[in-house]
């Protein structure tokens, strides 16, 4: 890893120093308006702890939600920095501000080992447009700079690219180090066999990852929906199953391209609709019939793609392979989760690439038997894609 982490830096250049920190608190609240799941707020507490722990003031930058550029009271990080407050034991305080005169002076009163947490980044007109004049007023907030905000990397905004370009040093957390590290290894040197998994509803949002990832793995295993693309390209019936007329032909390609590298479900569960379960049955993925549809994988795929994940050394996973949400089209997702537990259990690399995939594993309960879970499905697709991550590019070099 060539980006410069916390980890490079000494405890003269963090003691008494502001730590601008830019982290990834878009999390879901409760209809009470409490945190529901903290999770990326734990994430972010090892490179918070760390700072502290080395005599810096720490500020932290977040985005919530989707305001249009200007304040929302239900965009607020307020009850962000309430469950903050619970979650870490050093004083934690909050500003309904971001920038300007009040938040400057609000970080210079911090004393050593002390956190602040400013408003929403979102609430500021200049923010997703990487606006340079906010980038500068960001950068007065601290006198270093830490992006730990993987799940937002993959965004050129001024508090994730812009303001790296007026407060320097400009280094990776710990959360963004191993992000970095797991699905970089996994690209770079993975150990063999590399099983990768996708799935999700549309070939079409996961093209750019099949095309980096073929030439780089074992096996790629397709679940989902965007299975039945595949299945039309290959003359299969697929009833009202969500198929892509746009993409048959790239999926054709596809085929003929990967050889048995590609490896697509045998069998379908499928129903009159997802809400008609109590009908759902299985079928081989040349028998789906006019008027039902595939939710999910069968169990002959189920037992195929268990094999292989469960004998491979490098395993990595961005999509369900159903509708996991309803019961029965659960089946499938779960047991991949399962395999890949046990995978690890053998010493395979396992990594969650965010997103659904990640909310399943939670929801099975099995997030630590993985050896990753990302914090970030959309960077993480960016970044298995092989694109740059702008918020990442914007750090030091090692």
């Known amino acids: 890893m060539t980006t410069r982490t916390i980890r490079d830096l000494s405890a003269a250049d963090l003691a008494g120093k502001r730590a601008l920190v830019r982290v990834d608190f878009n999390v879901p609240l409760d209809e009470a308006g409490a945190v529901s799941d903290d999770t990326r707020i734990t994430a972010a507490l090892p490179t918070i702890t760390t700072l502290l722990d080395q005599g810096a003031k720490v500020v932290l930058l977040a985005h919530f939600g989707r305001p249009k550029g200007a304040p929302e009271a239900k965009y607020s990080l307020a009850p962000v920095a309430t469950r903050l407050k619970q979650l870490l034991p050093r004083p934690v305080h909050f500003l309904g501000e971001t920038i300007g005169a009040a938040a400057v002076a609000?970080?210079?009163?911090?004393?050593?080992?002390?956190?602040?947490?400013?408003?929403?980044?979102?609430?500021?007109?200049?923010?997703?447009?990487?606006?340079?004049?906010l980038s500068q007023q960001l950068a007065e907030l601290g006198d270093l700079y830490v992006n730990d905000a993987f799940g937002a990397a993959h965004r050129a905004h001024a508090s994730t690219a812009g303001v790296a370009k007026y407060c320097r040093p400009a280094v990776a957390g710990l959360l963004m180090e191993r992000e970095l590290a797991y699905l970089g290894g996994a690209l770079a040197a993975p150990a063999r066999p590399f099983v990768a998994i996708?799935?999700?509803?549309?070939?079409?949002?996961?093209?750019?990852?099949?095309?980096?990832?073929?030439?780089?793995?074992?096996?790629?295993?397709?679940?989902?929906a965007m299975a039945c693309t595949f299945f039309r390209a290959m003359g299969c019936e697929t009833g009202n199953s969500l198929v892509e007329p746009d993409r048959?032909?790239?999926?054709?390609?596809?085929?003929?391209?990967?050889?048995?590298?590609?490896?697509?479900?045998?069998?379908?569960?499928?129903?009159?609709?997802?809400?008609?379960?109590?009908?759902?049955?299985?079928?081989?993925?040349?028998?789906?019939?006019?008027?039902?549809?595939?939710?999910?994988?069968?169990?002959?795929?189920?037992?195929?793609?268990?094999?292989?994940?469960?004998?491979?050394?490098?395993?990595?996973?961005?999509?369900?392979?159903?509708?996991?949400?309803?019961?029965?089209?659960?089946?499938?997702?779960?047991?991949?989760?399962?395999?890949?537990?046990?995978?690890?259990?053998?010493?395979?690399?396992?990594?969650?690439?965010?997103?659904?995939?990640?909310?399943?594993?939670?929801?099975?309960?099995?997030?630590?038997?993985?050896?990753?879970?990302?914090?970030?499905?959309?960077?993480?697709?960016?970044?298995?894609?092989?694109?740059?991550?702008?918020g990442v590019s914007a750090l030091d070099l090692r």
């Not at 500021?124 to 340079?132: H, P, W």
């Open 106 to 133: 609000a970080t210079h009163a911090l004393a050593d080992g002390e956190v602040l947490l400013l408003e929403n980044t979102r609430f500021l007109a200049g923010e997703e447009k990487n606006d340079d004049a």
């Open 198 to 224: 996708l799935g999700g509803s549309k070939i079409s949002g996961k093209i750019d990852v099949v095309e980096a990832l073929l030439p780089k793995v074992d096996h790629l295993l397709i679940g989902g």
């Open 248 to 390: 048959l032909e790239m999926a054709k390609d596809l085929l003929a391209r990967a050889g048995d590298k590609l490896v697509l479900p045998v069998d379908a569960m499928i129903a009159p609709s997802m809400d008609a379960g109590s009908d759902a049955r299985v079928v081989g993925r040349e028998s789906i019939p006019a008027g039902e549809a595939m939710f999910d994988i069968g169990p002959a795929s189920v037992a195929q793609y268990r094999a292989l994940i469960e004998s491979a050394r490098t395993v990595l996973w961005n999509g369900p392979m159903g509708v996991f949400e309803k019961p029965p089209f659960d089946a499938g997702t779960f047991a991949v989760a399962r395999a890949m537990a046990v995978a690890t259990d053998h010493g395979a690399t396992t990594i969650i690439g965010g997103g659904d995939s990640a909310a399943a594993v939670a929801e099975a309960g099995l997030e630590s038997k993985m050896s990753h879970v990302s914090t970030g499905g959309g960077a993480s697709l960016e970044f298995l894609e092989g694109k740059d991550l702008p």
